[in-house]
């Protein structure tokens, strides 16, 4: 299975976990865990991150099903940072 296969999966089992960083960002940033989900289960990777310090991750964008872009660093348990995106360039 893909890194983002792998994620996908976790995240449709509920075994994932934000980093405090994630949840201090998210909130600041007023983006729901429910897009997150909707991002990471309809997303593609557009930067692999094979030899990242703690563990393979990968940058992945899509769309919540509102149809806002949005984009996140996710290492394979978790995410560090999600952001939605001044331009859909996707």
């Keep these: 299975m893909s890194l983002l296969g792998d994620i ?9 976990e934000f980093s405090r960083h994630a949840v201090d960002q998210t909130i ?13 289960a309809a997303g593609t990777v557009i930067e692999d ?13 899509g769309r919540t099903l509102g149809g806002r872009p949005l984009q996140g660093l996710t ?16």
Excluded: M, W
């Design 49 to 61: 991150y094979p030899n990242d310090k703690y563990g393979p991750s990968c940058l992945i964008f």
């Design 28 to 40: 600041r940033r007023g983006i729901a865990v429910r897009e997150i989900r909707e991002t990471v």
């Design 75 to 90: 290492p394979n348990l978790g995410i560090y940072a999600a952001r939605f995106c001044q331009k859909a360039s996707h």
């Design 8 to 16: 996908q999966a976790k995240f449709a089992r509920d075994e994932f």
